[in-house]
Structures are given as C-alpha cells and as structure tokens.
C-alpha cells in the first residue's frame, strides 16, 4: 500500500509527467489569452478615445491654396461597384483648397465611365478628369490602373481610394495634418515641399468599416468582421507601431518615394533589368501590405487620422464571404505565417477556450462559467468598437441594429475556425474572376 515502508508516495498530478506537460501547457495558454486580450482592449480604447468623437476642421482647410501642399486623389475603377457615385461623390466634395481628381480605368468600355463623366459634370469647379490606359505591368488590375495616374499626377501627395470607399469632407485636411506631422506650417507651402525622409511619415491610412445598404448574411458576416474583431486588432497594431499593418482601403503616399522603391519580387529581381517603382509591386495580389511593408523598411514612419474608410460592401452570400477570407488567409500565410499560424486564437470561441482551461488548470475556476463570460465579454468589447468607429459614418449609411450586429456576430465566429482550415490547407484563390496559385514569395501566378 502507498506509504508503507520501501513504497514511495504517489506524486501530486502536477508533477507527474503528464501532470507537468499540462501545467505548462497551461501557463502559456494563460499568457497568450492575456496577451490577446491586452491588444484587443488597447484597439477599444483607441476606437473610443480618438474615433468617439467629431473632429474639428484641419487648419489647412481655410489656407489659400498656394499655401498648402496639393494633391492628387485617384479612384482606380473597374465596373459598376455599389453605390458607385455616391462613393466617387464623396472626393468631389472635400474641404481642402488644392486638389486634383483622377478616374483611372483599363477598358474604353468601362460601364463606370459614364459615372465618371457625370460626377465631373455635376461638379465642373473641382480639377477632375479621366485616364484610361490599358497597359499591364503584372497580374494585380489595381497596380495597372494606377501606373498612368501615378505619371500624370500633378502633385508629390498621392491619395489612392479604392472605388468602394467613401470618405468624410474633412479627411483630405486631416491626412495632410498627420502627413506634415502636425506642425511647421512654413513646410506647407509647395515651394518648401519635399517627399517624406527617413524617419518622416511616408504613409497615411484609415480604418476600413463596412457600410451595408443590401442587407445578405454575407454581407452583414463581412461588416461584423471588418467593424468589430478586424477594426480592433488593426488599431491597437497600428497604436503600438511594431510593424507596419495597412488596408490598401485609402492610403497616402509620395511618388517621389514609391519610385524610388526596389522591387520585393524574387522573380522581378532576377530579371536583367528589374522594374522599381509601382511597377514592381505588379506581381502581387496584396500590393498595398507590400508597399507600406516596404515603406516602413525604408525608416518611413505610418500615421492614422480619427477618420473612417467608409468601404461600401455589396451584397454577398455566405460562400462568397468564405471565399473572400479565405483568399486573405492563403495571402497572409506566405506572406507572415507565424501572424497567421496565431491568428485563430485571436478568436473568440478558441481564444476563450484556451484561456478558460488554463485558468480551471491552474486556479481550479469553472471552466463552462470562465468560457461564457469570456465570450460574452469579447462580444461587448467588438460592439463598443464598432459603435465608436460609427461615430465618423452616421451621416452616410445605415446602422446595423444591436440584434442584427449579434447575430452577424456570433455567426462570424463559429465560422472562423472552419474557413482558417479551408484556407490553410489551398493555395489557390479565385480573384476577379480568374484563378491563381499563391507562390512563396508572395507573389500570384495566373493557373487558369
């Protein structure tokens, strides 16, 4: 019997082998539950303290034009996207004193053309016109558009705004104000402008939110995703700057600095004579993450403004959302697979059981009790964040009701885990109607 002389006592659970394993299994649940969730708390905070609020007017606003830096704002588009005029309306109507507009297009065919057209009719008093240029430097649509606008452009300070985004009056000043760095008002003036330099701000973003006027489960799935979870986790990286993190959504750079960028491409590089520039971000299906990746590199700083990317979403069934994640998930894998390897732990339903086996396993609490609660309360934190980042867009679209935005929710996260899988185990993703295989590098290569 155990105790009697020559027969050990048996070892507490924490010490046997398997006993051991779990404990520290436990510990590092336990540390990796906490980390999660001091990002997501520092994104809430972020989304209430600089998004809660109605921000005054740039003092750039009420300069002469002379006096500020222009700008070149361009809308690469490509058919008829939702709400297309209402979205290309928002440019037409900024509060900055010197700014230009490009539509840019590949196909004289373009049905979008005759929005264009309209809008620059309807507002003969803004700089406005239309490229079109069906020249192809790689197999990303959106770096083609942008290669004539980017040679074209009037000004250093290029604005790219993706055709479903729509932006509030006062952005353009704002960008600019966080561009200069919020100060020296003698670098305003065009004729004391010069591009961004190491350790300047060379991008300027927003956070993207979803506007949804057609209401789908795929769309209301998309806009609880991109407003609560996605919204969050994009503040708090961009809060801490550790790395770069950009939605190519509506992004602020100099051409005097992508121009001078070398090419990421493997394959580009080993050509004789390899493309720099825009040209060289040609060959990949997430150009904007490169290019800022790239920027950020270079010692060029990235700044955010209290304003919103308002990204009108079309109506979109539940399998066309699992597509459309999974293709970012199979990008994002090649691209940074630790980030992605971690990522369904920065999930509710997994985060939560992670962290509530570890808390029963080291302090014994209720794990169903600790499980709920910790579900419950991620759900809340997801649901201030996106009420915050509404503050900036309830003049432009519909709100999505607590009970719809609940639902859209948890049906979010039961599908997280599922299509982090699917996307894990493909490489291959349908973009724009044609299919094609995610390389190493990053880069895409057409299979079909």
Not at 20 to 43: D, E, K
Request: glycine letters at 8%; charged letters at 15%.
């Amino acid at each position: 019997m155990p105790g009697e002389r020559g027969t050990p006592p048996p070892l507490p659970p924490s010490l046997t082998l398997a006993g051991g394993a779990s404990f520290y299994l436990a510990v590092g649940g336990l540390v990796l539950y906490g980390v999660v969730w001091a990002v997501g708390l520092n994104g809430w905070r972020v989304a209430k303290t600089r998004y809660g609020r109605a921000w005054a007017p740039s003092r750039l606003a009420a300069l002469p034009p002379a006096s500020v830096p222009g700008v070149t704002i361009i809308r690469p588009l490509c058919g008829l996207d939702s709400n297309l005029y209402n979205t290309l309306e928002t440019v037409m109507q900024l509060e900055y004193p010197r700014y230009e507009v490009i539509f840019a297009f590949q196909d004289a065919g373009d049905e979008a053309i005759a929005v264009a057209q309209l809008l620059i009719k309807n507002y003969a008093h803004v700089d406005a016109r239309i490229v079109i240029n069906p020249a192809k430097v790689g197999v990303n649509p959106k770096v083609n558009n942008l290669m004539q606008p980017f040679a074209e452009a009037k000004y250093d300070l290029l604005w790219v705004i993706d055709s479903t985004v729509a932006v509030t009056d006062g952005t353009l000043g704002r960008m600019v104000d966080a561009w200069l760095g919020g100060g020296d008002v003698e670098r305003t003036a065009e004729a004391g402008y010069t591009p961004p330099a190491r350790g300047d701000v060379g991008l300027v973003h927003q956070v993207p939110i979803a506007v949804v006027y057609t209401s789908s489960w795929g769309s209301l799935i998309e806009q609880a995703f991109l407003n609560g979870n996605h919204a969050k986790m994009y503040l708090s990286i961009n809060d801490v700057a550790v790395d770069s993190c950009v939605v190519g959504k509506s992004n602020m750079y100099s051409r005097a600095n992508i121009a001078g960028l070398r090419t990421p491409s493997p394959s580009l590089r080993a050509a004789p004579d390899p493309p720099s520039g825009l040209a060289g971000f040609g060959p990949f299906m997430a150009e904007d993450n490169m290019i800022a990746m790239t920027l950020w590199r270079a010692g060029l700083k990235h700044a955010m403004t209290g304003d919103v990317a308002l990204d009108f979403i079309g109506a979109l069934s539940v399998r066309q959302y699992i597509d459309r994640r999974a293709r970012w998930i199979r990008v994002r894998k090649v691209m940074v697979l630790p980030a992605t390897l971690v990522e369904p732990f920065t999930e509710s339903l997994l985060g939560s059981l992670v962290g509530s086996w570890a808390l029963h396993r080291l302090f014994g609490l209720p794990q169903a009790a600790v499980f709920g609660a910790s579900v419950l309360a991620w759900f809340l934190v997801d649901n201030s964040v996106r009420r915050n980042l509404s503050t900036n867009a309830r003049h432009i679209g519909p709100q999505t009701s607590f009970a719809t935005f609940a639902v859209a929710w948890a049906a979010r996260e039961l599908l997280a885990l599922p299509v982090w899988l699917y996307a894990m185990v493909g490489s291959t993703v349908v973009w724009r109607g044609h299919r094609y295989r995610i390389l190493a590098s990053g880069e895409a290569k057409r299979v079909d």
